[in-house]
Nanobody, 116 residues
Framework: QVQLVESGGGLVQPGGSLRLSCAAS????????MRWYRQAPGKERELVAS????????NLANSVKGRFTIARDNAKNTVYLQMNSLQPEDTAVYYC?????????WGQGTQVTVSS
């Protein structure tokens, strides 16, 4: 079965960095685009970043452009989200996502808290 397992979240001070990882299994990873979403308390889940199956094309939300990058290693079945210059408004649970045959699959999420 499809499994997505996020890791790398934590507490960081404003201006700091974190790298999130999402380990995927149960499907042919290199055939699918991957996405990172986030959900802050009291807010809707929002798309943060996406990457094509080959990694050759990426998209970032305007709110994170210039600070976050998304990358993938198809040999390791892993997608990453590098987050730099973190701000308190980046505080959220971050989720990895894949869509297979119109069905959305989600990981359990990893908490990112940006606070001094």
């Amino acid at each position: 079965q499809v499994q997505l397992v996020e890791s790398g979240g934590g507490l960081v001070q404003p201006g700091g960095s974190l790298r999130l990882s999402c380990a995927a299994s149960g499907f042919t990873f290199g055939n699918y685009g991957m996405r990172w979403y986030r959900q802050a308390p009291g807010k809707e889940r929002e798309l943060v970043a996406s990457i094509s199956s080959s990694g050759g094309s990426t998209n970032l939300a305007n709110s994170v452009k210039g600070r976050f990058t998304i990358a993938r290693d198809n040999a390791k079945n892993t997608v990453y989200l590098q987050m730099n210059s973190l701000q308190p408004e980046d505080t959220a649970v971050y989720y990895c996502n894949v869509v297979i045959s119109i069905r959305h699959y989600w990981g359990q999420g990893t908490q990112v808290t940006v606070s001094s």
